[in-house]
């Protein structure tokens, strides 16, 4: 196992298939939150067709798509508007060029599988004029030709980074940033995030069409210490666990030193901040949205705020949510056969923690960021 | 099982995967074909770089893709050549879009897989100016925006029809054209052909830039006659096993009666009518090979023309060609339990026939048809 930081990056992709740990199976919260800024992505796609001269062909991007009918949520309201627009205005609808991208371990196969019913949906007035291809690349190098995207969207992607960064030898007792880290640790991560988003911006920048717009959203957190209240708490349960798992002999303490998840919420400032400094593109807007986060859930403090069956129950599906979006990349690191005890002892860990959250606040956000290409 | 004729064609792939039975395994024969044309696209390639104004981004597509290694065979020889071109006449490289095409159900995961060392192999020159895309759809509609593609090319895929031709019903002892198969058998499959063919040079006609070339490779027959010593032998053997499963009772009447091949083995008479006919493109050549067929292994004679278990070990070998070919097809009509019997079966018809066929003709060779947008 253990094998080196970049190939741990590759093996970075949320567990494919569509079964009962699949992240196609798992992903309700990232759907409900794509409902939730639905209404940024069809405004930006409206601006960007008003500001934008079209070749014939309106060509869309939709960045770490990962796998099943999530990935079709954004390609289909932006499709969508364009068509409404264009119908609007009475005008001939223009060719669409749809491309998903993920990184080239992702289960394409399960996305390619929805293709059809995509495009049936798309009804017979669309037929023949809009088209399907997957890109398998790092959205941290170039994926497609100079100037030849209209519109970019990108969600719940860039929150992860292209590698594990450098310099967290220290950080030997838990997998991310965690009160107490070593003082460089949060340094690491900022500098990590710094360069990869800024490198994200320029790939983006160079195939984008002037006044191109682009939508992003991920997961950022509200203050500017990331050490206040652990402030992603999936990363700090997932530390306990696998830290009980070496103290059960089961996993090596070597192992658990040398594994840190290639992660950052970053706060609206670091986001502003890198925007501003890379210089391609300006904002048109920053929201957040502060979601039910999938560790903190309504019904528990609604329904039965003292029912530890509940309790248990939404921490297994808490439990599974983690699992879906973290199972190859433990497993490339740690071996499959960490996989069960981990979630197994996260869901207890959920459900304890559930029992005290209702009276912490929230300390992560959804951050969307609105861009148009100068 | 036995589900509707279109349904079955949905399910028209290779076998996926990288595993014993596995196209991407079991592909030598297509990828030995490969070689032997290899100069006539590398030819197509400079004409097409001499006679095509680029606006900065040279776009190729593979269609019928596959699966493996061998997806990347014509893919690397077409990328090559394009910069050797430019590195002679000192040019700075263009931008390289590579579309790899096949249906929704192909394995596009163990393709992708490979698309690092890909890139990899194009060497830190070409770095960030290469992109590769997949694209899941039947190439018998469109795939790409229009007058998008300068250079086309197809491996052993335009032999595979869009369904299995209308009225086959009374083809009831045989899956394909067998001698003897009733009289409308043959026409059912040449019209389907015609029809076929035909809307995939419509629909590359759109997608392509004038002076655009294109290259396909396809399994034809010698003959017109097509019950001529059953032009393609890999079905009339398969057409046996399956009628000694009925036999035996393990496979129904009822099923074998229901189901064609959606496959026709095109004389060249046939390929230029087509073209000719839907206008669209020019014919540069038409060229044959006489290509070793898989069922007929050169070293049985130069060797040892009388071992039976070297018969025999060919004829598992050309049992698991076939099997590659046509799993998914077969699973999808008759259920997974007659894979085993029936390719057991083959090996053994394949190893009889091999010691006959040294005295009989090839009836079947590789068509390479060379077509210039006009």
Redesign the interface.
């Known amino acids: 196992m253990s094998p080196s930081r970049d190939s741990l990056v590759d093996a970075l992709s949320m567990k ?1 298939g569509t079964g009962e740990h699949s992240y196609a199976t798992n992903s309700h919260y990232q759907r409900n939150v794509f409902y939730e800024i639905q209404p940024v992505v069809i405004e930006n796609v409206r601006e960007m067709l008003v500001e934008v001269s079209f070749p ?2 309106i060509k869309v991007a939709d960045l770490g798509c990962s796998s099943g009918q999530n990935t079709f949520l954004a390609m289909s309201e932006i499709i969508n508007t364009i068509i409404q627009s264009y119908q609007q205005k009475g005008e001939n609808l223009p ?1 669409m ?1 749809c ?1 998903l991208n993920d990184l ?6 399960t996305t ?2 929805l ?2 019913s995509f ?1 049936e949906k798309l009804k017979m007035e669309v037929k ?2 809009c ?7 790092s959205f941290y ?6 100037k ?1 995207l209209h519109f970019v969207h990108s969600s719940f992607s860039i929150h992860w980074l292209s590698k594990i960064p450098d310099g967290l030898e220290n950080n030997t007792r838990s997998i991310h940033i965690k009160d107490p880290s070593p003082p460089n640790v949060f340094k690491s991560y900022l500098n990590q995030f710094k360069n990869d988003f800024s490198l994200f911006l320029k790939m983006r920048s160079e195939e984008m069409v002037p006044n191109g717009h682009m939508v992003l959203t991920f997961v950022g957190r509200k203050v500017s210490d990331p050490l206040y209240q652990d402030c992603f708490q999936v990363w700090s349960l997932l530390s306990d666990c696998l830290l009980d798992l070496v103290s059960e002999g089961v996993v090596k303490e070597s192992d658990i030193e040398s594994f840190n998840m290639p992660f950052y919420n970053p706060n609206e400032e670091d986001v502003r901040e890198v925007i501003l400094k890379e210089g391609s593109f300006e904002i048109s807007k920053i929201e957040t949205f502060d979601h039910i986060v999938p560790y903190k859930i309504k019904c528990i403090k609604e329904e039965k705020e003292e029912d530890q069956s509940l309790q248990m129950e939404v921490g297994k599906r808490q439990a599974s949510w983690a699992r879906c979006i973290t199972e190859p990349l433990l497993v490339a690191h740690f071996g499959d056969a960490i996989i069960e005890p981990v979630f197994n002892k996260y869901a207890h860990y959920m459900a304890k923690y559930l029992c005290v959250s209702n009276h912490r606040p929230n300390m992560t956000l959804i951050i969307v960021v609105s861009l148009t290409r100068t």
């Open positions: 494919g014939g062909c060719e060029d491309c080239p371990e992702s289960d394409f196969n390619f599988n293709v059809p495009l023949g004029r088209f399907v291809s997957g890109v398998p690349n190098s170039r994926l497609f030709p100079s030849s």
